[in-house]
């Protein structure tokens, strides 16, 4: 597989795992898991063909570790991202004291009057990984980046979950926690 193949196949893969499983016709169960043999049944007869090898190959490479397998290789999944209503069955944990999110200046005036809200996905993504979320804010616009007071949010109740790639996800948080970053 090219560098080509394998960015649009991680593509495809985040649309029906994350967003429209009815783009291959495929059916996630509860905890948002596909059938790898459905999966790839369905992709052969889309005219997508990819190899048992080729999606573990794309699974195993994919700089944001997006997708993974269960424990015995039967079934995949998204580890985070989802707009379509899905359980990750993800226990919550104690957060870093501080977490960071990537925006967009043009978002700025509406987070600082309504907090972080998850917009069309299930959770509002929060990093320690300061650089990957200046890259995902400059999809948006003109980056800005957010501190986030996790601790104080974590100590009033706020639930917080980790994903299997370890992005940090709450339901929202109040612009109380949020601090601007003008470094
Ligand atoms: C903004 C990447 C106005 C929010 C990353 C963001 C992430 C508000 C946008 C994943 C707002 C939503 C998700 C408010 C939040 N008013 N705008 N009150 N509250 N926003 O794409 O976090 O590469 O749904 O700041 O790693 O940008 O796709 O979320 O700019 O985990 O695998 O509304 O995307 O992963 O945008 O990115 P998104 P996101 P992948």
Same mark, same amino acid.
């Given at each position: ?9 991680? @593509?495809?893969?985040?649309? *029906? ?9 495929? &059916? ?19 005219? @997508? ?8 190959? *794309?699974?195993? &490479? ?51 009057? @309504? ?57 929202? *948080?109040?612009?109380?926690?949020? &601090?601007?970053?003008?470094?």
């Amino acid at each position: 597989m090219n560098e080509a193949q394998i960015v649009s196949t991680s @593509k495809f893969l985040s649309l *029906v795992l994350r967003h429209d499983p009815t783009a291959l016709g495929i &059916t996630l169960d509860s905890n948002g898991w596909a059938d790898v043999d459905e999966l790839l049944a369905l992709l052969n007869a889309k005219g @997508k063909p990819l190899t048992r090898e080729q999606l573990a190959y *794309v699974v195993s &490479t994919n700089p944001k570790k997006r997708f993974a397998f269960n424990d015995d290789g039967t079934r995949i999944r998204a580890s985070q991202g989802h707009s379509i209503e899905i359980d990750l069955a993800l226990t919550p944990i104690t957060p870093p004291d501080i977490l960071y999110h990537g925006t967009a200046t043009r978002f700025l005036e509406s987070i600082f009057e @309504k907090g972080l809200i998850p917009g069309s996905r299930q959770h509002v993504h929060l990093t320690l990984d300061v650089e990957m979320t200046l890259e995902v804010a400059k999809r948006h616009g003109k980056p800005a980046l957010l501190i986030i007071d996790a601790k104080a949010m974590s100590q009033a109740g706020h639930l917080f979950y980790c994903s299997e790639n370890h992005v940090w996800l709450t339901e929202n *948080v109040p612009a109380e926690y949020l &601090t601007l970053d003008d470094r």
